[in-house]
């Protein structure tokens, strides 16, 4: 299956969070009718705006959608694997026309050119899948052609394209996709792949009726039952395109054809791409095109894609302030509750007296007992949340759903209370195109300022916003209408490990040591999460196996927080005892910190194992949140030993991350406190040198020996 990285793009404008993760391909090749005249009298004489870094001394205009004769002479000057640092693939052609009618509706036909460069890139070209969702837009396989490296031509049969349910795993929204079975193709072959699609990647249907004029501009844009497709906003339309990806690119067009009574707002971010501007007719023709394009390098735990690569966000939406209104307006009516919401509300908040405990009960319940899968409510899915009352009778929903059903709570309890889109993972930019993929509930405080909750990341989680979701972009959905906002940073305090250890070595090496830890924040969830997956017989050795101190640690006693306990911060108590943990003959011993050894990591600070082998990034990179790790530990030793070497004290101090370690010994006692702070939960690419620094000074720290000289 072609991986289409060019062409790559956001689901446009889910509101769901979870589903809009997928990436629709863009491999789609001109089928409406290209401005003919139009584009001699662009060349001649009607005025143009170009606006780009151009280059080159002469400059024709905008590249056009490529003819045969281009591929052919693009595939005859197209390099092998040596010349783009051996790719498998290559894309030698990756361009896209959209074609934006009145009503927000577009036309995308592409053309992807993909060559083949190594034996791995011929392996994933067997099968050609396109997915796309019946209710919202229609996707057609117009033309696939392999070009052999003798420069023969085939034509592969699309009318071989079987249509099937597409694989789906926790959203069932009935998505489709079409498979075409190719050819082989070797090493020095390409695939030429043209698609049209119509529609929206979520989109309404169309009451009956439809749009104004919409039927007559589209007469075949029907559903399943025979509804008319219509954008979510009924006259507008937005979209977000990348321009890098994980192979590299040799030509990359890609141009809207928008009505030039509609206006539409676009910019460029992260890197510079060529653009223009041309009247064209009735469109106004707005292109972004880029040459020799390498493929992205990735790093470990990077920030997302789209906040590294070159991309266009365009909308005609003119501000947030009409989106928030408009995601107010089509969600309201999902709020009413019905006696059983009402008597749930009631049961729930039994014998609690405060409004911050009934808050908490009701998003606690909703995380806790609302189970994460999407079902399908029908052509309006994707943008409209269901309602609390049907939310309620599956028990299930996705993360919108699970929002609606805490809004409705909270309604039912007399607060003021709305949905909200944000983006998990990336930055939403200025121009209002959708840029989300999670919904959560906001409430408006008595003195106007809003609170943010989120059931779907809250279960077994004291955590009522997820601090995970730190400086998070968001839009609210009220009636006045909201712009852009960020939630609140979270300062590393609170989410905190502390841990105290008092430890004991006998004279023939075993250690003995009680570790008592209290957790916050992100801590403090993840250790409940842990838990809960094991079964109570299970707990032991579930812990057991991530002590960390010794291979050969054994957990003689356990107890921790009840994970369901939303009362209280979660405290762990261990007792661990490790026969022969210090090492030695004769009249030296050696041994580690047993603390350093980061009890627990997995459950409490998997991120701190984080590759940091690189000298330097070029991107950020994703914590997952900010920490203050905190130990204290008194190690006793046997009567005549002596502490003869300790790891030196330790000061750093970044803009992401500081570092103090400070050992003591005295007689046959050892003491010492350690404290790292991640100030940031993402570490910019600046910063990034110091955080390392930070880490590899923990980790020496960790692995130093103490040598201890014994008496006898």
Not at 103 to 131: M, N, Y
Not at 287 to 307: C, M, Q, R, S
Request: hydrophobic share 40%; proline share 6%.
């Amino acid at each position: 299956m072609p991986k289409l990285a060019a062409g790559e793009r956001r689901h446009a404008g889910a509101a769901c969070g979870h589903s809009s993760g997928r990436a629709w391909r863009r491999c789609v090749w001109p089928c409406h009718p290209r401005p003919g005249a139009g584009w001699s009298l662009l060349r001649s004489c009607l005025g143009l705006l170009v606006i780009g870094v151009l280059a080159g001394s002469a400059w024709a205009g905008p590249p056009r959608p490529a003819t045969d004769e281009d591929i052919t002479k693009m595939l005859a000057s197209a390099g092998d694997a040596a010349a783009y640092d051996n790719a498998a693939l290559v894309y030698v052609l990756d361009e896209a026309d959209v074609y934006v009618q009145a009503s927000g509706l577009a036309t995308t036909e592409s053309c992807q050119v993909i060559k083949v460069l190594t034996d791995a890139g011929t392996r994933g070209q067997a099968v050609l899948r396109q997915e796309f969702d019946p209710a919202t837009n229609r996707v057609t396989i117009r033309a696939v052609r392999i070009h052999r490296k003798d420069g023969k031509v085939e034509d592969v049969d699309v009318s071989k394209v079987v249509t099937q349910p597409a694989p789906q795993s926790a959203i069932y929204w009935g998505n489709q996709q079409h498979v075409l079975g190719l050819p082989r193709a070797e090493v020095g072959d390409a695939l030429e792949i043209r698609i049209s699609k119509i529609g929206f990647n979520i989109a309404y249907l169309a009451e009956e009726g439809g749009a104004a004029g919409l039927a007559a501009a589209a007469p075949a844009l029907t559903g399943p039952g025979g509804e008319t497709l219509e954008p979510p906003m009924p006259g507008h339309w937005y979209e977000t395109t990348l321009f890098q990806g994980g192979y590299p690119i040799i030509n990359k067009r890609y141009a809207v054809h928008m009505p030039k009574d509609k206006p539409v707002q676009y910019q460029v971010y992260n890197a510079k791409v060529n653009t223009s501007l041309w009247f064209s007719g009735d469109y106004h023709v707005y292109t972004f095109w880029d040459e020799n394009i390498p493929a992205h390098k990735g790093e470990p735990h990077g920030v997302a894609l789209d906040d590294c690569v070159a991309k266009v966000v365009m909308a005609t939406v003119p501000d947030w302030e009409t989106k928030s209104r408009w995601f107010y307006e089509v969600n309201e009516p999902q709020f009413d509750a019905d006696d059983a919401v009402k008597a749930k509300v009631a049961e729930v908040t039994a014998g609690l007296k405060t409004d911050e405990e009934k808050i908490a009960a009701c998003l606690h319940w909703v995380a806790d007992n609302v189970r994460y899968y999407g079902t399908s409510r029908g052509p309006r899915e994707g943008f409209t949340l269901h309602t609390g009352i049907e939310t309620l009778r599956d028990l299930g929903g996705v993360c919108k759903d699970k929002a609606g059903m805490l809004v409705t709570m909270l309604r039912v309890l007399g607060h003021e209370v709305y949905p909200a889109l944000t983006m998990a993972g990336s930055r939403v930019e200025e121009i209002p195109a959708d840029q989300f993929n999670h919904t959560v509930t906001v409430m408006r405080n008595q003195d106007g300022t809003f609170r943010i909750l989120d059931p779907t990341w809250s279960p077994l989680s004291r955590e009522l916003w997820s601090s995970r979701e730190a400086l998070q972009h968001l839009v609210y959905g009220t009636p006045e209408g909201q712009g852009l906002t960020q939630s609140p940073y979270f300062p590393p305090e609170y989410n905190s490990i502390g841990a105290r250890a008092a430890t004991t070595l006998s004279a023939d090496g075993k250690l003995t040591t009680d570790i008592r830890m209290d957790l916050k924040g992100y801590a403090c969830t993840y250790l409940r999460r842990s838990a809960e997956r094991f079964t109570k017989p299970e707990q032991k050795a579930g812990f057991e196996h991530v002590l960390n101190i010794a291979p050969n640690a054994t957990l003689q006693t356990l107890s921790f927080t009840d994970p369901y306990d939303y009362s209280r911060d979660t405290e762990v108590k261990m007792q661990v005892t490790a026969d022969r943990y210090a090492a030695g003959a004769d009249k030296l011993r050696l041994f580690r910190l047993p603390l350093m050894s980061h009890p627990l990591a997995s459950f409490l600070m998997p991120d701190f194992s984080y590759d940091v082998s690189a000298k330097e990034r070029k991107f950020g990179m994703r914590m997952r949140a900010t920490r203050l790790i905190s130990y204290e530990e008194t190690v006793q030793l046997p009567p005549g030993w002596t502490v003869e070497h300790l790891p030196e004290a330790k000061t750093l101090d970044s803009g992401s991350a500081a570092l103090k370690f400070e050992p003591s010994s005295d007689g046959n006692k050892l003491t010492y406190r350690f404290e790292f702070t991640l100030k940031n939960h993402l570490i910019p690419a600046a910063d990034y040198v110091g955080f390392k620094e930070a880490i590899e000074a923990m980790n020496k720290i960790a692995n130093e020996w103490i040598v201890c000289r014994t008496a006898s």
